[in-house]
């Protein structure tokens, strides 16, 4: 964890006012970031982003959990074949999460969210599907969408002997939302749990959190900005995509829905939960105001993100059913 003297300089800040209720090594981490200069994901072009976000936050990623078993698969999907991670820990239930990593839509990969589902396998004792799908702006607007639902499908039936949530963090989040809406609209199997952590869930970005914590805290306005025009087509109705405008949440799946304080998209999460639970969905609200966007991947720096994880896990044990 992080225990240096840029620690104890960015303490002495917050006592000054600075950002008072900021974790100090969450703060730490943002303090590096500007003194080292590194560039921000909206001045590159979409496969430099990605090559750059692949190792960006390595440093203070959990060290990766073993596991039992790790195999790579595809699953069939309108645009092909859709890569698919499966991860079995060592003492696996029959419980199983499909989970979807985040990137805007853009960036992001199985790799790049391993640490963190290796995590999460271990500590829930559920079979971790981390899946590929298609990003933007080669494949826009709904190639993400099409291909997570056609995951789900193809994945579910091998939960046969136990209970299968959705997940995913940031637009992951937006995925697993996507998968609960559409298997209500089909009659397909539905998630027994939708986990959202920090989910976009509004790409009119028309929350006023979204200017008040535009910069400085990682995920910043213009970046928020950048995968929305990478993402979406130019005359997508950015309403009708966002699942916090949808006419219809009842029936939803149970849901855990974790948001951030100093997280440009912590008021369209917190209202999600809330829009869940007023449509009568039994909602899990986890809300962590001294952290960041992006939390999860600062684990193995951070003690306060290392520690919403083992919280995460236990509700999604607890929602589950554990073993």
């Known amino acids: 964890m992080l225990g240096t003297p840029l620690v104890r300089v960015v303490a002495r800040s917050r006592q000054r006012g600075v950002d008072r209720d900021l974790d100090r090594q969450v703060a730490a981490v943002l303090a590096s970031q500007r003194l ?6 909206d001045s590159m072009e979409p496969p430099r982003a990605r090559a750059f976000a692949e190792v960006g936050l390595s440093p203070l990623e959990v060290a990766p959990v073993a596991m039992a078993e790790v195999t790579d698969t595809t699953v ?3 645009g092909g074949p859709i890569p698919v991670r499966i991860f079995v820990p060592r003492d696996a239930g029959p419980h ?3 989970y979807f990593h985040g990137g805007g839509g853009v960036i992001g990969s199985i790799r790049s969210a391993e ?3 290796r995590l999460i396998a271990a500590q829930t004792r559920c079979v971790v599907a981390s899946i590929e799908y298609r990003l933007g702006p080669e494949h826009r607007h709904p190639a ?3 291909d997570a639902c056609a ?3 193809a994945l579910t039936p091998r939960a046969r002997d136990g209970r299968i949530a959705v997940a995913g963090d940031s637009f992951g989040g937006f995925l697993s939302a996507h998968v609960d809406h559409h298997t209500i609209a089909t009659g397909g199997r539905r998630p027994d749990l939708q986990v959202l952590i920090y989910p976009a869930t509004d790409l009119t970005h028309g929350s006023p959190s979204v200017d008040r914590l535009a910069d400085g805290y990682l995920l910043t306005r213009s970046m928020i900005h950048w995968f929305r025009s990478h993402y979406l087509n130019p005359t997508d109705d950015r309403k009708a995509v966002s699942p916090m405008f949808w006419p219809e949440l009842r029936g939803s799946a149970r849901a855990i829905v974790v948001t951030a304080g100093y997280d440009p998209l912590v008021e369209e999460g917190d209202r999600y939960a809330d829009m869940l639970r007023a449509a009568g969905t039994e909602v899990r609200h986890r809300s962590y105001p001294s952290l960041i966007h992006g939390f999860i991947s600062l ?3 951070v ?3 290392r520690t919403a994880i083992d919280e995460l896990c236990v509700d999604i044990r607890d929602l589950l059913g554990d073993r």
């Open 96 to 98: 199983w999460i499909v």
């Open 115 to 117: 640490p963190v589902t």
């Open 36 to 41: 080292l200069r590194l560039p921000t994901i």
């Open 76 to 78: 069939a999907g309108r």
């Open 299 to 301: 684990a193995g720096g």
């Open 144 to 146: 993400a969408i099409d």
């Open 151 to 153: 995951a789900w499908e």
């Open 303 to 305: 003690a306060a993100a």
